[in-house]
């Protein structure tokens, strides 16, 4: 009964990384990423008991705190770095 | 009664799929950041939940159901706060939101 749920998740995780590939601007990319690590909690809680090994837990619960804290490090980044979204030719910018 | 659980927790976990499956359509198919930022809130609130209650319900009174509450409260108190973060991030950059979706006669 677990093959359901693994399925969902994983079709949901590639359609996460086609939007990732194609988002216009770099927070279309962020959202992609957080939404894939949240599936990606989901999918090790569902295959922890799938092959019935429940140590995976212990790494849903970490994946799910770095997670967090990756996605406010990209934020942050982009917010307060030096960071174009959407200008390939901006990149020939002469640097500060 | 351990029919009774089984069936309950396939329910929750079909229906956590389902839901996590609509959110991933969603993210694809939205226009702007905002629609696909409001698709994947889906899938971050009502498909985790389910799918984490299904599994709760198979574990029973274990070691493995505490790590599993644990894990909902982790994702569901770090959720809103990375979506706070990146609409915030949105915006300020210059992302405007359409409000309009086509043009007025």
């Known amino acids: ?96 | 009664m351990a029919l009774l659980l089984d069936v309950v927790s396939w329910i929750l976990l079909s229906a956590g799929g389902a839901f996590v499956f609509i959110g991933g359509v969603g993210i694809l198919r939205m226009p702007t950041i905002y629609t696909r930022m409001h698709a994947a809130s889906v899938t971050d609130t009502m498909g985790t939940l389910l799918i984490l209650l299904g599994i709760m319900l198979q574990a029973g009174l274990t070691l493995a159901t505490v790590k599993l509450a644990a894990i909902v409260v982790f994702l569901l108190l770090t959720g809103p706060t990375a979506s706070y973060a990146l609409a915030n991030a949105a915006l300020l950059s210059g992302v405007r939101p359409e409000l309009t979706t086509r043009e007025p006669d």
């Open chain 1, 1 to 96: 009964m677990f093959y359901v749920a693994t399925v969902a998740i994983l079709i949901t995780m590639a359609l996460a990384v086609i939007r990732a590939l194609l988002g216009p601007t770099v927070y279309d990319r962020v959202l992609a990423v957080n939404m894939f690590g949240t599936k990606t909690v989901l999918l090790l809680a569902v295959i922890a008991f799938l092959y019935g090994r429940p140590d995976f837990l212990d790494l849903a619960l970490t994946y799910a705190l770095i997670n967090f804290i990756g996605v406010l490090a990209v934020l942050s980044f982009c917010q307060s770095g030096d960071h174009e979204p959407e200008a390939k030719d901006q990149s020939k910018k002469a640097q500060p």
